[in-house]
């Protein structure tokens, strides 16, 4: 079955340091896949997409991700993390055409402090 | 921007009642879903549509029906709202699949819904 794991449920950091939020996925081919930002109280805002074009992806807020098809893997990376970063962050993959039916991770907790 | 509309923040309603929980979106989007997010669960995919008047069950779909008679309008209905239901709910949407890959669902504020 197909799956996303995020490897850290809590993340911390300081002010200014850099920021790395794991992810690994399971699939039989290369899936389409995002990272999403949940704020208290509001929704999942898309940070970042993969899908093939560049392995290298650039999103808002500084962030970027890399996908690795020999890990498996789409961390999540920022060089200087902020206060205002401080947030949950899901990983999530779209293995289907069409119905875009998403298999989300259990989420990491950003924690920022001064 | 992509704007998902969800018609009420916080509902408080009594187990028994019959909930609406309204959806709208306005880029012409042709699929729309349904989430509800609770702690230790994430989200979990209740119903989705990729049409108007179309409807698939998601992984719970026990309990809640949906309606969508116009594209930009996706419903969520509780027949007999049970305390079971209190949630955070979240209406998404996107486009269909497209050439260049699976299209990011865009999401709504979420409604915090209480049955008392």
Same mark, same amino acid.
């Given at each position: 079955?197909?799956?996303?794991?995020?490897?850290?449920?809590?993340?911390?950091?300081?002010?200014?340091?850099?920021?790395?939020?794991?992810?690994?996925?399971?699939?039989?081919?290369?899936?389409?896949?995002?990272?999403?930002?949940?704020?208290?109280?509001?929704?999942?805002?898309?940070?970042?997409?993969?899908?093939?074009?560049?392995?290298?992806?650039?999103?808002?807020?500084?962030?970027?991700?890399?996908?690795?098809?020999?890990?498996?893997?789409?961390?999540?990376?920022?060089?200087?993390?902020?206060?205002?970063?401080?947030?949950?962050?899901?990983?999530?993959?779209?293995?289907?055409?069409?119905?875009?039916?998403?298999?989300?991770?259990?989420?990491?907790?950003?924690?920022?402090?001064? | 921007?992509? +704007?998902?509309?969800?018609?009420?923040? @916080?509902? %408080?309603? *009594?187990?028994?009642?019959?909930? =609406?929980?309204?959806?709208?979106?306005?880029?012409?989007?042709?699929?729309?879903?349904?989430?509800?997010?609770?702690?230790?669960?994430?989200?979990?995919?209740?119903?989705?549509?990729?049409?108007?008047?179309?409807?698939? +069950?998601?992984?719970?779909?026990?309990? @809640?029906? %949906?309606? *969508?008679?116009?594209?930009?309008? =996706?419903?969520?209905?509780?027949?007999?709202?049970?305390?079971?239901?209190?949630?955070?709910?979240?209406?998404?949407?996107?486009?269909?699949?497209?050439?260049?890959?699976?299209?990011?669902?865009?999401?709504?504020?979420?409604?915090?819904?209480?049955?008392?």
């Amino acid at each position: 079955a197909q799956s996303v794991t995020q490897l850290d449920s809590h993340v911390s950091v300081s002010e200014g340091t850099p920021v790395l939020l794991r992810c690994n996925y399971s699939s039989s081919y290369s899936p389409s896949l995002f990272w999403y930002v949940q704020h208290p109280n509001k929704g999942l805002q898309l940070l970042l997409k993969y899908t093939s074009a560049a392995t290298l992806v650039k999103g808002i807020n500084g962030f970027e991700a890399e996908f690795k098809k020999s890990e498996t893997s789409f961390h999540l990376t920022k060089p200087s993390a902020h206060m205002s970063d401080a947030a949950e962050y899901f990983c999530v993959a779209d293995p289907s055409g069409g119905y875009n039916k998403l298999i989300f991770g259990a989420g990491t907790r950003l924690a920022v402090h001064p | 921007d992509v +704007k998902v509309t969800q018609s009420s923040r @916080y509902l %408080v309603k *009594r187990t028994g009642e019959k909930v =609406f929980l309204e959806c709208v979106q306005d880029m012409d989007h042709e699929n729309m879903f349904w989430y509800r997010q609770d702690p230790g669960l994430g989200l979990r995919l209740i119903y989705f549509s990729y049409d108007v008047k179309m409807k698939e +069950k998601g992984d719970i779909p026990e309990g @809640y029906s %949906v309606s *969508r008679e116009k594209k930009e309008r =996706f419903s969520l209905i509780l027949e007999s709202a049970s305390t079971n239901q209190t949630s955070m709910y979240l209406c998404a949407s996107s486009h269909w699949w497209t050439g260049e890959g699976n299209q990011p669902q865009h999401f709504g504020d979420g409604t915090r819904l209480s049955i008392l």
